[in-house]
């Protein structure tokens, strides 16, 4: 029997990209093979392929950072899971296909009664967003914030999560997207048009508690100079290049010793590791089975038109999540 995948053969655009049949294999020991129900698409997706990324796996390789899928066969050894539970994982790379092979102990059950295009959204977009605001920056309610891209799918787990904790939100998009962040609370600026800096110098003189970063490193020195003395800006997302990194390293190192009482820090989504993952999931699934968070996923597509979300993905006009499901989920 095969199944197929979605294979990034080379650096570039949409014509890098290539459906590929592969056989079906038992698993190896310890391993599970999962039929992929759900798997979001994020920028990573289109940066690891276009080369933005430093660190990069060579091409080919299956793009992909994560998956709900069912349990369809097991390796020896395997305890933590059975054929057909259904189970999630945080990939990197692998999930833009029919099917994956994937370490058991790096499972985590999912609850059936969830909506799967939801679900996914939780295993990146809406980890990232909780384990920095309840991890690193520890945000308590009334605290004040700024969210540079707040409209993406990162973005919007940021103002729901943000809502959820009771923080006062001013967030960083275009004025097509500020009716969204209006209706989770947030207060919107045009980073186009205004100079959010001043905006929110007059609205919070005492500054502000956090900010939290997704975009580039030009963001820095306008983001700490919002901020009050013990406040931090919070970077997430990888640098675009290997210079970039070094100049991200360079900055968090000199901005941690300038003694104005504000600090940068660097949030990895695997720093923090398997289990804390397991532990941060079952606390979103169970606010999204409670109804307290709303994932907005924009469009879904079949898992093999995966091209579709990409090229939709780039175009810049995304607020939300897109989502590839399996064909019987559509």
Known sequence: MKYKSVVVTRRGGLEAVQIVENEL????????????????VCQDDIAIRIGNRPFLRKPPFVPGYAFIGTVEAIGENVT?????????????????AEVIYWKASKLVHVPDSLNMAEAVTLLLNYLVAYQILHRVAQVKAGDKVLIVGASGGVGTAFLQLGQLAGLKMYGLASVSKHA???????????????????VI???????LNFVFN????????????????????IHYGAPQSFAHFLLLVSKLLVHNVWPNGKKIEGYGTHRLGVELFKEDWQKLFA????????PLVVQTFPILEAMKAYELLESGKVAGNLVLLAPELL
């Open 287 to 294: 606010l999204l089975a409670e109804g307290q968070i709303n």
């Open 214 to 233: 997704g975009m580039g490193e030009e963001y820095f020195e306008r983001g700490l100079a919002l901020l009050q003395r013990g406040g931090a800006l």
């Open 80 to 96: 933590d899971v059975a054929i057909g539970d259904r189970v999630a994982a945080l990939t990197q790379f692998g999930s833009h």
């Open 180 to 198: 969204l962040l209006a209706e989770y609370g947030a207060t919107p600026i045009d980073y186009r048009t205004q100079d959010f800096v001043a």
């Open 201 to 207: 110098r007059h609205a919070e003189p005492d500054g």
């Open 25 to 40: 294999h038992p698993p190896a020991q310890g391993e599970a093979r999962i039929r992929i129900l759900a798997t979001p």
